[in-house]
T-cell receptor
Framework: GDSVTQMEGPVTLSEEAFLTINCTYTATGYPSLFWYVQYPGEGLQLLLKATKADDKGSNKGFEATYRKETTSFHLEKGSVQVSDSAVYFCARRGGDYKLSFGAGTTVTVRA | NAGVTQTPKFRILKIGQSMTLQCAQDMNHNYMYWYRQDPGMGLKLIYYSVGAGITDKGEVPNGYNVSRSTTEDFPLRLELAAPSQTSVYFC?????????????FGPGTRLTVT
């Protein structure tokens, strides 16, 4: 079935460090791919998305490129801030309008 | 514009009790969803609705029921609560199909069954 696998955390970084969170998906059809972010005590928010191969989603300094050949959608940010501390979820749109989520990666950025 | 609201924020239930988790959205979204989030497991879809009067099961519907009598409200009912239902529950909504439309999430309800 449709699934998403993302790297396990937790990830702890210093401010201004480079962040990458790996995400791979099952290659059934041509799914839309998403990164959602969950800040402490809040619900999930859409961070970025890509709907077809080679698309690059970007927002708030984060980027992810839809790689069909490697079935990957890795999230990257060049210089993280303390305010980026959150849980990050990779997701794919499967049949109809349902999303399949990865397990989430907890990121903590230290000043 | 409040977005997606959920009540209560926290609840402790005894085994065998019942309760309703409330969810409302004021964005006139047709699609609504209930997820549960277990530690290290990501989100699992419990039930969803594509419009008033229409609901369907997701991945993990057992032990839950839903109704959708209005566009705005999508309550989730737990009958005979069990410890396995201890989780954080999120309600979400979207204007249409997730291919084109973002899902908006509520702040969650943390439920403990003891």
């Amino acid at each position: 079935g449709d699934s998403v696998t993302q790297m396990e955390g937790p990830v702890t970084l210093s401010e201004e460090a480079f962040l990458t969170i790996n995400c791979t998906y099952t290659a059934t059809g041509y799914p839309s791919l998403f990164w959602y972010v969950q800040y402490p005590g809040e619900g999930l928010q859409l961070l970025l998305k890509a709907t077809k191969a080679d698309d690059k989603g970007s927002n708030k300094g984060f980027e992810a490129t839809y790689r069909k050949e490697t079935t990957s959608f890795h999230l990257e940010k060049g210089s993280v801030q303390v305010s980026d501390s959150a849980v990050y979820f990779c997701a794919r749109r499967g049949g109809d309008y349902k999303l399949s989520f990865g397990a989430g990666t907890t990121v903590t950025v230290r000043a | 514009n409040a977005g997606v609201t959920q009540t209560p924020k926290f609840r402790i239930l005894k085994i065998g009790q019942s309760m309703t988790l409330q969810c409302a959205q004021d964005m006139n979204h047709n699609y609504m969803y209930w997820y549960r989030q277990d530690p290290g497991m990501g989100l699992k879809l419990i039930y969803y609705s594509v419009g008033a009067g229409i609901t369907d099961k997701g991945e993990v519907p057992n032990g839950y029921n839903v109704s959708r009598s209005t566009t705005e409200d999508f309550p989730l009912r737990l009958e005979l609560a069990a410890p396995s239902q201890t989780s954080v529950y999120f309600c979400a909504s979207s204007y249409g199909d997730t291919y084109s439309y973002e899902q908006y999430f509520g702040p969650g309800t943390r439920l403990t069954v003891t």
